[in-house]
């Protein structure tokens, strides 16, 4: 009733206004007859037609005139709510349209594809190529932290969930598995990445120890032969300053394979950077960006209830069954 009569109220004006002239001859009607009866005169009596006739013709020409003015001031007030609505609207869409982008860049921060390009496939030539790789990626995840921290409704405490009856609502809970995830998501990244500039100096380290320990391989014979043919004629300060060479260039050697980093050492952290890869393009990615379409599409539709209702509404989160928005 009340939701028919907030709908309909200028109808019910109107009917209202119609019919009292009714009741009111009626009531008259009913005083002629208990005065006839009884002699006892509750109104005026002996009102005739013309008289009724002035009063319906003055009547009616108020009542018209009031319901000008109802009528003129429900349509101001609907355009008022319309506009305001509108703006409502309006400044709502342009925030939701820089936080879809900001998602979106959230999302695309998460490149492992990169990754793989810059870690499995390196070789002794791009390993320069490949620091520089890690480190914008290690920048543009950052970046996106920042501005998904600052410029989204998902991690300043739900602030936009204020005015919501349910707690929690899908929009909340949302929001909620949305900045959970990002986080869990980010952190492994960066651990990811963190192991991938390892695994670059390590692997830069091995191949630079493995071309010196060729390098002095190859000094090492040519020291050793030319000692060898020299031997007889050299002098022995000369021969020692050779020996001397040659047991520096050894002791170095011995050095760098002592500190020769496994193959497999390689291999297994090059494995374990595969696994965090693969689970967050396989698995962790595609979640979140399920979860970000279903956010974005549930302020797209509360952009819609503001500009019908001019107030969003909020969808109560049942747990252990479906929940749609």
Same mark, same amino acid.
């Given at each position: 009733m009340?939701? #028919?009569l907030?709908?309909? !109220?200028i109808?019910?004006?109107?009917? #209202? ?5 009714f009741l ?10 208990i005065?006839? =009866?009884?002699g ?11 008289? !009724?006739l002035?009063? !319906?013709?003055t009547y009616?020409?108020?009542?018209i005139?009031f319901?000008?003015?109802? &009528?003129?001031?429900k349509?101001?007030? @609907? @355009?008022r709510r319309?506009?305001?609505? *509108? ?10 349209? *820089?936080?879809?982008?900001i998602?979106i ?11 793989y390009?810059?870690v ?7 390993t =320069?190529e ?10 543009k ?9 600052l410029?989204? @409704? ?17 929009d ?6 949305i ?5 869990e &998501? ?6 990811m ?5 390892l695994?670059?100096?390590n692997?830069e380290k ?5 071309n ?6 190859d000094?090492l ?5 030319y000692?060898?043919?020299c031997n007889g004629?050299?002098s ?5 300053m !050779?020996e001397n ?9 011995? @050095? ?8 497999e050492?390689i291999? =297994? ?5 595969v ?8 698995? &962790?990615?595609p979640q &979140?960006?399920h ?7 549930c ?12 107030q969003?509404?909020y ?11």
């Open positions: 009340k939701r #028919f907030k709908k309909y !109220w109808v019910c004006v109107a009917i #209202f206004f119609i019919a009292v002239p009111l001859n009626f009531g008259l009607f009913v005083t002629d007859i005065y006839e =009866k009884y006892v005169t509750l109104t005026a009596s002996g009102l005739q037609n013309q008289d !009724w002035d009063f !319906w013709g009616l020409s108020v009542v005139a319901l000008g003015i109802c &009528m003129a001031w349509f101001a007030a @609907d @355009d319309k506009d305001k609505n *509108e703006k409502l609207a309006q400044t709502y869409g342009e925030d939701l349209k *820089e936080e879809e982008n998602i860049e959230v999302c695309q921060s998460f490149d492992t594809y990169i990754i390009k810059a499995i496939e390196l070789d002794n030539s791009q =320069k490949g620091k520089r790789v890690l480190q914008n990626a290690r920048e995840v950052l970046n996106a932290q920042v501005k998904f921290e410029l989204t @409704d998902i991690a300043d405490n739900f602030q936009k969930c204020v005015g919501c009856d349910f707690d929690p609502c899908y909340k809970e949302n929001m909620i598995a900045r959970d995830l990002y986080y &998501m980010e952190s492994l990244y960066l651990q990445l963190k192991e991938s500039d695994y670059v100096n692997l091995q191949w630079i120890d493995k010196r320990i060729h390098i002095n391989e000094l014979k040519q020291k050793i032969q000692a060898q043919a004629d050299a022995t300060v000369g021969v020692k !050779w060479e040659i047991v520096q260039i050894e002791l170095e050697n011995d @050095d760098l394979k002592k500190q020769w980093i496994k193959d050492e291999q =297994k952290a090059l494995s374990s950077i696994e965090k890869a693969n689970t967050i393009s396989q698995n &962790m990615k &979140m960006i979860y970000c379409k279903s956010y974005i599409d302020k797209k539709k509360h952009k819609k209830e503001l500009l019908q209702k001019g969003m509404q969808i109560k989160c049942i747990k252990g069954e479906d929940k749609q928005a």
